[in-house]
C-alpha cells in the first residue's frame, strides 16, 4: 500500500526507520487528518511523549479479562475492518507510529523490572494492525530483537496481514508470538476490507511457525451470518493444515461487539456491511452482543471444531465474557482476572519455556488487584 503522504518529525528524522521510507517532508506537525478513511493514507513518524505502555484498555472488572498489557505507539490502521472501533475512536486519524523503539523499550524495562515473577504479555495492536505495512514491519523487528533480553515479557504482533517475510530470518528466541485474527472467507471479504486473504493468512502463519515463532490465533470477532457454523468449522481445518497444535501458544474467542455511536458509524462509512442487521442486545457496559445463548452456542461449537482438530492442548480462553458464559463453556472457570493471568502463563512456561522461563508462583498472580 502506499501513501498519499509520509511526514517524519524532525526530532525523529534520524531513527532507523526513515532509511525504509520512500520518500517523506519533515514537520513537527501531523497533517491532522480528521476523516477516519482519508487518514488511513497518510504517515506520520513521531517521536515518543508520555506514557505507550499499560494494560488493555478494554480491562473491565465485571469480565473475566486476560490482562494483556499493550505499547500503543501505533496509532490507525491502513485495513478497514467494518466493525473497526477506531471509527469512533480517534480524533486525529493520520495513521501514527511512535519511531523511537529504544525509548519505548526503556519504559517496558522499568515498568516490567518492579514485578520479575510476572509475565508480561506485551501487544502492540492496541490501535492498529501490527504488522500491515512495511515501515511498521521495520518497527516490529527492532522490537522483536530487543524482546529477547525481556525474561518476563512476550512481544504479541496481531494483524489481518500476511507480511512476516522480514521477520523470518532474524533472532526472536521464542519471545515473540506472532498472532492473527482469523475469520471465514465469506467475512474477510465482506467485513475486513484490504486485509490479506484467509490464503494468504494461513501461508505466512506457515512460514511463522517455520521460523519457530509461537503463534497466536484470535477467532474474535466470530460474526453471524447464514452458514456460519460449516464456515467456522472448514476455517478451523484450514488453520490446521498449514499449522499444528503444537505450534499455537494460546486461541482467544469472542464475538461481535460495539457501541450504540459505532452502529451509526458503520452504517454511514460501510452501507454493504451486513454486521448490524443481526439482533443484538445492548448489554450494561453500553455494548451491542448477540443474545448470551447464541454467542454462547457460537463459543461451544467452535470448540468443539478445536477440539476435534486436536488443538484442545492450546491454551483457550474467551474475550470480554463473563463467569457464567465460561461456565458454560468451559464447564469451569478462573477465580479472578489474576488466576487467568497465572493459568496463562503457567500454560506458556509448559509447553514453551523458552517464551516464559519464569516459573510462575500462584500466590503472587492471585494477589494482583486491577
Ligand atoms: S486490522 Fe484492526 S485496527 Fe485495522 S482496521 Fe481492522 S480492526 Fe481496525
Request: with cysteine; hydrophobic share 40%.
Amino acid at each position: 500500500m502506499k501513501f498519499k503522504s509520509i511526514t517524519v518529525h524532525p526530532e525523529v528524522v534520524h531513527m532507523p526507520i526513515t532509511k525504509h521510507l520512500p520518500h517523506f517532508t519533515t514537520s513537527a506537525n501531523s497533517p491532522k487528518l480528521s476523516d477516519y478513511k482519508q487518514g488511513k493514507r497518510h504517515l506520520f513518524v513521531a517521536p515518543k511523549k508520555g506514557r505507550l505502555f499499560h494494560i488493555c484498555a478494554s480491562l473491565d472488572t465485571r469480565y473475566i479479562c486476560c490482562s494483556t498489557h499493550v505499547i500503543s505507539h501505533i496509532s490507525n490502521c491502513p485495513f478497514e475492518c467494518t466493525y473497526c472501533f477506531l471509527q469512533n475512536y480517534l480524533t486525529d486519524t493520520t495513521l501514527t507510529v511512535v519511531a523511537d523503539t529504544k525509548a519505548i523499550i526503556q519504559e517496558i524495562k522499568e515498568k516490567t523490572s518492579l514485578q520479575p515473577w510476572r509475565l508480561f504479555r506485551i501487544g502492540t495492536w492496541e490501535l492498529g494492525d501490527s504488522l500491515a505495512v512495511s515501515p511498521l514491519n521495520n518497527l516490529a523487528i527492532e522490537l522483536v530483537k530487543e524482546f529477547t533480553k525481556l525474561d518476563n515479557c512476550i512481544l504479541k504482533l496481531r494483524t489481518k496481514g500476511s507480511a512476516v517475510e522480514p521477520l523470518l530470518d532474524i533472532e526472536h528466541k521464542g519471545k515473540t508470538v506472532i498472532s492473527w485474527t482469523v475469520n471465514p472467507p465469506e467475512i474477510i471479504k465482506r467485513e475486513e476490507i484490504g486485509t490479506a486473504t484467509l490464503d494468504k493468512r494461513l501461508r505466512a502463519m506457515e512460514k511463522a511457525a517455520k521460523a519457530g515463532y509461537p503463534i497466536g490465533l484470535h477467532f474474535d470477532p466470530m460474526i453471524l451470518f447464514k452458514g456460519w457454523e460449516a464456515a467456522y468449522l472448514k476455517l478451523v481445518k484450514a488453520i490446521f493444515t498449514a499449522i499444528q497444535p503444537k505450534d499455537v501458544i494460546w486461541i482467544s474467542i469472542g464475538s461481535l461487539r460495539f457501541n450504540p455511536e459505532m452502529k451509526k458509524k458503520i452504517e454511514n462509512n460501510y452501507p454493504s456491511s451486513r454486521i448490524t442487521a443481526q439482533e443484538m442486545i445492548l448489554g450494561d457496559d453500553n455494548k451491542f452482543r448477540y443474545p448470551r445463548p447464541i454467542r454462547e452456542e457460537m463459543y461451544r461449537l467452535l470448540l468443539s471444531f478445536l477440539l476435534d482438530a486436536g488443538a484442545g492442548e492450546c491454551f483457550t480462553y474467551l474475550c470480554m465474557e463473563r463467569w457464567n458464559v465460561w461456565e458454560r463453556v468451559f464447564g469451569r472457570c478462573p477465580k479472578s482476572i489474576g488466576h487467568l493471568d497465572y493459568l496463562m502463563a503457567k500454560a506458556v512456561h509448559n509447553r514453551f519455556p523458552k517464551s516464559a522461563p519464569v516459573k510462575p508462583q500462584k500466590e503472587h498472580y492471585l494477589k494482583l488487584t486491577y
